[in-house]
């Protein structure tokens, strides 16, 4: 069955710098994955995905993510970050339904 | 369209009652999900519909848990008996036609959430 690890539980970062969220999947074919990003109250708004193709993918708000399949990841990146990040971000693969990780709550600090 | 609605949006009941939940797709999308989200974990499926078919259900959808689709538009989801466990995010999501695993973008409402007292 496919699943999805993200080691990070917390993760606190300085307005401007750099972000890095990780994510390794389990799955035995090609896998469709998806990175989505939910506010507090909200629901699931989808950040970028990938189901083919180049490797690098880039999506909504600045951030674009990395498909490695030898290492089984695809984490997000953000190059600068803007106190409007702070959220939670999961991780997804799909296999015509979507399993998600437990997700990594992003603090931006100023 | 104004996106996936679901109503509603807080729901407090005491241990043993029903709930029901209902969830409005964008309308042109087949596919309706629904998942459970309980606080710092990732959102858990629960069961899909295609049209008014429901094509799969989680082991973690009890007994004590149904959902419909009549005609294949909105879906209802009720939870008979209503235990303290229940207490969570329920979230429900629709996309378009699939052609293969992924090649859609499931669109999510902003949930409901459930507390039992």
């Known amino acids: 069955a496919q699943s999805v690890t993200q080691p990070d539980i917390h993760i606190t970062v300085s307005e401007g710098a750099s972000l890095e969220l990780r994510c390794n999947y389990s799955?035995?074919?090609?896998?469709?994955l998806f990175w989505y990003v939910q506010s507090p109250g909200q629901g699931l708004q989808l950040l970028l995905k990938?189901?083919?193709?180049?490797?690098l993918v880039q999506g909504i708000k600045g951030f674009e993510a990395e498909f490695k399949r030898s290492q089984s990841s695809f984490n997000l990146r953000k190059p600068s970050v803007h106190w409007s990040d702070a959220a939670e971000y999961f991780c997804a693969v799909d296999d015509y339904k979507l399993s998600f990780g437990a997700g990594t709550t992003v603090t931006v600090r100023a | 369209d104004t996106g996936v609605s679901q109503n509603p949006r807080h729901k407090i009941t005491k241990r043993g009652q029903n709930v029901t939940f209902r969830c409005d797709p964008i309308?042109?999308?087949?596919?309706l999900y629904w998942y459970r989200q309980t606080l710092g974990q990732g959102p858990e499926f629960l069961t899909y519909f295609q049209n008014e078919a429901q094509l799969e259900k989680s082991r973690l959808l009890s007994d004590r848990f149904s959902a419909e689709r009549p005609k294949g538009s909105f879906s209802t989801l009720e939870i008979q008996r209503t235990e303290q466990g229940d207490s969570a995010m329920y979230l429900c999501?629709?996309?378009?036609?699939?052609?293969?695993?992924?090649?859609?973008?499931?669109?999510f409402g902003q949930g409901t959430r459930l507390t039992v007292v």
């Open positions: 990938y189901f083919s193709g180049d490797t």
């Open positions: 309308s042109e999308h087949n596919r």
């Open positions: 799955y035995g074919a090609t896998p469709y």
């Open positions: 999501a629709s996309s378009g036609e699939r052609q293969g695993a992924g090649d859609t973008e499931a669109f």
